[in-house]
């Protein structure tokens, strides 16, 4: 015999799990749910249920908060520790489930682990070998953030540009 069951009744299952459970795709709804991008229920069905069962203003509200509590701090994220500011806000895009924000790096305070040679993030982005690689892994370090830190909650995508640094800002205010 096979079960089927229908969108509506998915959601109110999951609706369910959020009224019980609290409103966060984390590792006991993946687990509940087997959530992956190649199943019946894909990462991005589950942001939007989410968005629809907390409400899109309260989603926005609570993004825009966690977004705003400055200095975030990654310091477990592959031998990296750095702390980064959102400084802007702009392009809220909830029929599409994203927002779009700018982000500035504190390179100078952080550091990054490489092979046992602790370097300054500084030292390590304007290293001509693999600076590249570098900021790259900052981005990837940031993205994987967002998703855990802001989306699991909201269910909204958080996309950013490359960061700002601090060592390359200039303020002459």
């Given at each position: 015999?096979?079960?089927?069951?229908?969108?509506?009744?998915?959601?109110?299952?999951?609706?369910?799990?959020?009224?019980?459970m609290g409103?966060?795709?984390n590792?006991?709804f993946?687990?509940?749910?087997g959530?992956d991008?190649?199943g019946?229920?894909?990462?991005d069905q589950?942001y939007?249920y989410l968005i629809e069962?907390r409400?899109?203003?309260e989603?926005k509200?609570l993004a825009?908060t966690?977004?705003l509590?400055n200095?975030h701090?990654?310091?477990?994220y592959?031998?990296y520790?750095?702390?980064?500011e959102v400084?802007d806000i702009?392009?809220?895009r909830?029929d599409?489930?994203?927002?779009v924000?700018?982000?500035?790096?504190?390179?100078l305070?952080g550091?990054?682990?490489?092979?046992g040679?602790?370097m300054?993030?500084e030292?390590?982005?304007?290293?001509?070998?693999?600076?590249w690689e570098i900021?790259?892994?900052?981005n990837w370090?940031?993205?994987?953030?967002?998703k855990?830190?802001i989306?699991?909650?909201?269910?909204?995508?958080?996309?950013?540009?490359?960061?700002?640094y601090s060592?390359?800002?200039f303020n002459?205010?």
């Amino acid at each position: 015999m096979k079960l089927i069951i229908t969108e509506s009744k998915h959601k109110n299952i999951i609706f369910k799990f959020f009224d019980k459970m609290g409103g966060d795709i984390n590792e006991d709804f993946i687990s509940f749910f087997g959530l992956d991008n190649r199943g019946e229920l894909t990462y991005d069905q589950a942001y939007k249920y989410l968005i629809e069962w907390r409400g899109e203003e309260e989603s926005k509200e609570l993004a825009k908060t966690l977004l705003l509590q400055n200095p975030h701090h990654i310091d477990d994220y592959g031998g990296y520790d750095f702390f980064f500011e959102v400084i802007d806000i702009d392009n809220w895009r909830l029929d599409e489930g994203n927002v779009v924000v700018e982000v500035k790096v504190d390179d100078l305070g952080g550091h990054v682990d490489l092979g046992g040679d602790n370097m300054s993030l500084e030292d390590a982005l304007d290293n001509e070998g693999h600076g590249w690689e570098i900021d790259d892994e900052v981005n990837w370090g940031i993205d994987e953030y967002f998703k855990e830190n802001i989306t699991s909650q909201t269910g909204i995508n958080i996309i950013f540009d490359r960061p700002k640094y601090s060592s390359r800002i200039f303020n002459f205010n």
